[in-house]
């Protein structure tokens, strides 16, 4: 007798993108049909319009598709938690998390489920992701640098295979396209709805290494995905929750031995961020990373919260601290004119 094939559920989150999530599955059906798995697609539409939920429902009554409609946007933490739930508590194996707006190289589910099979202490796994457009790689092997309160993106494949192998605990991947071990949620428990979106996969990243388990890219699947590359592209809500969760996260997950006046460089660097959005002319940008760093302080988090006045004490500061770095600044060219050459200001 053949053991059972294992059993995994496809999530896909639906938020006003019908277009895009019916070329996803597109790609997703392909891939369906060659990997060693007994799969379910599910849809979940996160508090679509309701023209663009009826649309959608219309373009999948014919697909073998499980459709699952929500009253209200969730969030990407909150969306694929409810697909985390059903994995759990339906016996699922696996559960792959995948962006609506990418494409499935065919054979990447195979070689996803074959790279969990080969290490059984992998709670995740990522392919490649590759620039829908050029096809570069936009993201492969990740890390963090605790010191410098920095992602490192390690992009040629070679040297990712290299580090993932040497330093298995210290890889954390995108969510683009995650095929995760259902046992290992079991044991982080969900995402984390505070986020909303964005940071999910460092904290989930983070909490399963924590957990005893690693995260690894497989380098020789790919998925497609659209990236984007000019600031004109980034909605404010998208600025705010990442300035907001990037602090929360480094607060959560940065190691004791770099926490000295943490708070103080995270408020920092955020302060300084805003102001270069000043320096630029986009005022409203700056605004939402302020509101951003002020909701972490405060510790309010979930849905992005960007459409609102900022405090006048909170702007009044931003105004000083531009001065401050300009007379920093000034200062470091003089000095480096006089070979003394200091670092100008870029946030502590």
């Known amino acids: 007798m053949q053991p059972a094939l294992p059993r995994v559920l496809v999530s896909i989150l639906n938020w006003n993108g019908t277009a895009k999530t019916l070329a996803c599955l597109d790609s997703v059906k392909n891939e369906v049909a060659v990997a060693p798995a007994d799969v379910t697609t599910l849809v979940i539409d996160n508090g679509s319009r309701s023209e663009e939920a009826a649309a959608l429902s219309a373009a999948l009554a014919a697909r073998d598709v499980v459709l699952e409609c929500l009253p209200q946007n969730l969030g990407f933490t909150g969306g694929h ?37 080969a290490h059984a202490r992998c709670g995740a796994v990522s392919p490649v992701l590759r620039d829908i457009h050029d096809g570069h790689i936009a993201r492969c ?77 497989a380098l020789n699947a790919t998925v497609f995905h659209e990236n984007r590359k000019e600031l004109e592209e980034f909605p404010l809500y998208l600025v705010y929750l990442l300035q907001r969760n990037e602090m929360l996260f480094l607060d959560t997950h940065t190691p004791p031995a770099h926490r000295r006046l943490l708070r103080l460089k995270l408020v920092d660097k955020a302060m300084y961020d805003a102001v270069r959005y ?8 700056s605004d939402a990373a302020l509101l951003g ?31 401050v770095y300009a007379i920093k600044n000034a200062n470091a060219r003089k000095a480096s004119r006089r070979g003394l050459a200091p670092e100008q200001h870029q946030s502590t």
Not at 83 to 110: F, H, K, M, P, Q
Not at 278 to 285: L, P, S
Not at 294 to 301: I, N, S
């Open 81 to 117: 938690n409810v697909a985390i739930e059903l994995a759990i508590r339906e016996g699922y194996d696996y559960i792959w998390l995948l962006n609506n707006d990418s494409t499935v190289e065919l054979g990447t589910l195979r070689e996803l489920v074959a790279e969990l099979q």
């Open 293 to 323: 760093m002020w909701d972490y302080l405060r510790g309010r988090f979930g849905p992005p919260a960007h459409q609102r006045k900022v405090p006048l004490f909170l702007r009044t500061a931003c105004v000083l601290a531009q001065r």
């Open 278 to 285: 000043r320096e630029y002319g986009r005022y409203t940008y």
């Open 141 to 217: 092997v990740n890390y963090h640098d605790w010191n410098k309160r920095k992602t490192r993106l390690i992009l040629d494949i070679e040297e990712a295979r290299r580090f993932q192998d040497a330093h298995p605990e210290e890889v954390w991947v995108d969510g683009t396209a995650v095929l995760y071990r259902v046992q290992a949620l079991k044991d982080t428990g969900p995402l984390d709805d505070r986020l909303f979106a964005y940071y999910d996969d460092d904290d989930i990243g983070m909490r399963l290494v924590k957990h005893g388990w690693m995260v690894r890219c």
